[in-house]
């Protein structure tokens, strides 16, 4: 490969890493050609971008790109393959997906929001985390909470002021 083609590659990589914000360095190394195209299909399927690159161009786009973690470096050995998703936990669900039927892909480690997870044992984990969206409803949901309580309240209560006190020291 020559260099003009190292620094394109190297390119693409690092405006992917910034475009995404959360990417998965695993091993697919020793997979057959056909189970690697049905993890291909099953990514492109959950809209998840996947790339086989060399591990030294993991490394300048990673620097490049300003992910400075000398942890996601140091899991830059033997084959490696990028998982990238606008979606934290969707990479993480499809490994677990993908090791009911063997023992690959394994997590390297992975960069979620600009927090990075190293080895196999936290796939479970990531595959728990809620996505920006839900959580932004989780915070929604209990801040309606409240008033919710208070109107409910003031319905039950006859519209008075006692009774809203009264209904309220009911319920505690």
Known sequence: MKREEKQ?????????IKSYGNFYITDTADLTVAKVNGIRRKCFDRGIAIQVVKNTL??????????????????????????????????????????????????????????VFIGD??????????SKNELIGDVIGLLQSPAKNVLSALQSGGGTLAGLVKTLQERG
Request: net charge negative; hydrophobic share 40%; aromatic share 2%.
């Open 8 to 16: 394109e590659i190297v390119k693409a990589l690092t405006e992917q």
């Open 121 to 130: 044992n936290q796939v479970d984990a990531l595959s728990k985390l809620k």
């Open 58 to 115: 993991i490394q300048k786009a990673l620097v490049e790109a300003g992910v400075d973690s000398e942890e996601l470096l140091g899991v830059l050995k033997g084959s490696s393959t990028m998982l990238f998703s606008e979606t934290g936990s969707a990479p993480a669900k499809l490994i677990k997906e993908l090791r009911k039927e063997g023992d690959k892909p394994v997590l390297k480690g992975a960069y979620i929001d600009a927090s």
